[in-house]
């Protein structure tokens, strides 16, 4: 079965990590080090997400405060944009809250998309998560690890029609 056949809900995980935009930004700090998925979704109060903050956005931030201008100054000299970026980072860094650590505006997937939109999301955006959601509202995760069962369940379908794989996943001849 190809995954366009598949859903997100067939694969989502529902025990995602969330924040608060108002809480403080040392916790999120502590916090996101024993995310289980290795990001923190941050909702409002109905639940609606806002913002997302990962592990590699932590210690971009970090770096960029600690060492601004240091190791990224050939980086940020490359361009106008990289340099407007590393300020932004920096800024972000400084911030006393998770409104303004996170990353905005987040990238959502509905619990209903197809897997092979969500391949298509992170290749095109080079994500390693999504926050899925039902009605606007954050229900879990879906990582690129979860596309591997479904991936390797269509390959070995593919491999069994054309007779190369038996119905137990032995080799034919």
């Not at 998309?113 to 955006?125: D, G, K």
């Amino acid at each position: 079965m190809p995954l366009s056949k598949y859903k997100v809900i067939d694969v989502v995980q529902q025990d995602v990590s969330s924040a608060d935009p108002a809480d403080p930004a040392r916790q999120l700090f502590s916090d996101i080090a024993t995310a289980q998925h290795g990001c923190i979704v941050v909702v409002d109060g109905e639940y609606l997400p806002v913002g997302i903050v990962t592990r590699g956005d932590v210690v971009r931030m970090v770096l960029s405060e600690q060492v601004p201008g240091g190791l990224h100054r050939r980086a940020i000299t490359t361009s106008i944009e990289a340099t407007l970026e590393h300020l932004k980072m920096v800024r972000r860094a400084s911030g006393e809250v998770v409104a303004h650590c996170m990353t905005t505006p987040v990238v959502t997937v509905d619990e209903q998309e197809t897997l092979q939109r969500v391949a298509e999301i992170f290749a095109e955006n080079h994500f390693d998560s999504l926050p899925v959601v039902r009605g606007g509202r954050l229900v879990g995760l879906v990582r690129r690890v979860d596309l591997l069962g479904p991936i390797m369940e269509a390959h070995d379908e593919a491999q069994r029609a054309r007779g190369l794989v038996g119905a137990d996943g032995s080799q034919q001849s």
